[in-house]
């Protein structure tokens, strides 16, 4: 991807007012200038929460802010013309639009009906632990308030294949519709994780799969945007989304960028996903994240040689989306791992200044999280921002020697070193153009120089818990 970089522009707790639709138009100058290419907006459709859904409750998808529905007529984030202003004044930008697409549930039925079922064990799907009952669901959704505009498709309980639960008892528990069976070809946690919530999208259902093509392309049309955030992935059919892509590409004529979100810490089971939909998409590389939580957390015990390892960055680049920390990671919610505050600057570089992967920002590390004692870290990364846009450039030199303290360099001219534990010194090789040049710390944590020595190697210095950025001196190139 370049020196592409996408931000996630949300977080959890956000306020419904103002309309981040609005801030997000407002920002969007200020986002192509500190170096963002892709902005990924929320699920802009409505909810079950209406106007405080964040947007994974799923309602009508449809439903952009336009539709009194739900109790309200706008999202969380605006209403469908703000929605649309938004990416049209992004797209003046040059910044391109990553939609946030959630197709595997739905909630918030209009109605209920009966149907035959039969009551699963949560810790292993698979297991059918109840005779056949029935049971009444919320699962018939008309859109009474839509009426019909843009899709005349109405969603029963043949559409689904289970949920969890039922309005006759009152009872929560994961219920499997009888007749019907969980995809296979999904993650094996729970002994089948086809199930997450509400009311599950049957993917084996042919009505159903042509209904969110149509709205796959309508979505596209009707938006401009430029790709896809895809929900949840590993509760998914992989056939589903290779065909749904498929389709939309062959349809727009257009290769557009998809990246997943498979939760998961092995990298085994990512690159078997990657296979399973032929690469047509990229994923979140979720393992790496966890090694930054570690690292963070390991009082600099830490083997910072090892953090590329088992990662999808390390064995696939071409398809992985690197972060640090996202919506469902921070403080309070259902993925909690939070990386600590002093080690974000440490894994943004890891990130942004190198070579491999395509690296996304998270709103709440550069604007700071509500309700949490976390401004951000605005000004660090405006830094690395400018550092990747105009230095991190060329062929990469890596110094992963020590436990503690690692570094590496790229032909431009830039020359990073971290510490986990002690200050400390690391001799690099940025070039022997550099000879004699005197090079600074563009991130300020360093105040010596270094000069650059005949032969093209530098003594570069690190401060303990820190990372140092080298750059030449102006007037120095």
């Known amino acids: 991807m370049a020196n592409d970089v996408m931000m996630q522009y949300f977080e959890w707790y956000l306020n419904n007012e103002p309309h981040l639709w609005t801030l997000l138009k407002e920002d969007a100058q200020h986002l192509k200038t500190i170096g963002i290419t892709a902005v990924w907006m929320p699920p802009a459709f409505k909810g079950i929460g209406g106007q405080n859904d964040?947007?994974?409750?799923?309602?009508?998808?449809?439903?952009?802010?336009?539709?009194?529905?739900?109790?309200?007529?706008c999202t969380k984030y605006g209403t469908k013309e703000e929605y649309l202003s938004a990416i049209e004044t992004l797209h003046q930008q040059g910044i391109q639009v990553y939609g946030d697409i959630v197709l595997n549930h739905k909630m918030g039925a209009d109605a209920t009906e009966l149907v035959k079922a039969y009551e699963v064990n949560q810790s292993d799907k698979n297991q059918i632990i109840s005779d056949e009952e029935t049971i009444e669901v919320p699962t018939i959704f008309t859109f009474p308030h839509r009426?019909?505009?843009?899709?005349?498709?109405?969603?029963?309980?043949?559409?689904?294949?289970?949920?969890?639960?039922?309005?006759l008892s009152k009872r929560h528990a994961t219920f499997l519709f009888k007749d019907k069976s969980w995809d296979e070809n999904v993650d094996d946690e729970n002994g089948n994780f086809d199930y997450l919530m509400g009311a599950d999208i049957d993917l084996d259902n042919k009505e159903v799969i042509e209904e969110l093509q149509r709205w796959g392309k309508w979505y596209f049309d009707f938006t401009g945007i430029d790709g896809v955030r895809l929900d949840a992935v590993k509760h998914m059919s992989a056939s589903f989304y290779k065909?749904?892509?498929?389709?939309?590409?062959?349809?727009r004529n257009n290769d557009f960028f998809a990246v997943g979100?498979?939760?998961?810490?092995?990298?085994?089971?990512?690159?078997?996903?990657?296979?399973?939909?032929?690469?047509?998409?990229?994923?979140?590389d979720v393992p790496l994240h966890y090694h930054f939580y570690d690292a963070s957390h390991s009082q600099g015990q830490y083997d910072m040689r090892t953090i590329f390892d088992g990662t999808l960055v390390s064995a696939y680049p071409q398809?992985?989306?690197?972060?640090?920390?996202?919506?469902?990671?921070?403080?309070?919610?259902?993925?909690?791992?939070?990386?600590?505050?002093?080690?974000?600057?440490?894994?943004y570089a890891l990130i942004l200044l190198r070579n491999e992967g395509f690296p996304c920002l998270f709103y709440g590390d550069y604007y700071g999280?509500?309700?949490?004692?976390?401004k951000g870290i605005k000004d660090d990364l405006d830094l690395l921002l400018k550092l990747r846009k105009e230095w991190a450039y060329g062929q990469q030199i890596d110094y992963f020697d020590q436990s503690a303290v690692i570094g590496w360099t790229r032909a431009k001219g830039l020359a990073v070193l971290i510490s986990i534990g002690q200050q400390d010194i690391k001799k690099m090789y940025v070039?022997?153009?550099?000879?004699?040049?005197?090079?600074?710390?563009?991130?300020?944590?360093?105040?010596?120089?270094?000069?650059i020595d005949e032969e093209g190697f530098g003594i570069f210095k690190v401060k303990d818990g820190s990372v140092s950025a080298y750059i030449p001196k102006i007037g120095e190139l």
């Open 431 to 451: 070039g022997k153009d550099f000879a004699k040049k005197y090079f600074y710390d563009y991130l300020g944590n360093v105040e010596e120089e270094i000069m």
């Open 243 to 251: 065909n749904w892509l498929s389709y939309l590409r062959n349809q």
């Open 261 to 284: 979100e498979y939760w998961n810490g092995s990298v085994d089971k990512l690159i078997k996903y990657l296979e399973a939909v032929d690469h047509s998409m990229s994923l979140f």
């Open 319 to 347: 398809n992985a989306v690197t972060f640090v920390d996202n919506h469902d990671t921070q403080i309070g919610q259902s993925l909690e791992s939070w990386v600590q505050d002093w080690f974000k600057p440490i894994a």
């Open 369 to 374: 999280l509500k309700g949490y004692e976390f």
């Open 54 to 73: 964040v947007g994974y409750g799923v309602y009508d998808v449809y439903d952009l802010g336009e539709f009194y529905q739900q109790g309200t007529i």
């Open 147 to 167: 009426y019909q505009k843009y899709s005349d498709f109405t969603w029963n309980w043949t559409c689904f294949k289970g949920i969890d639960y039922d309005v």
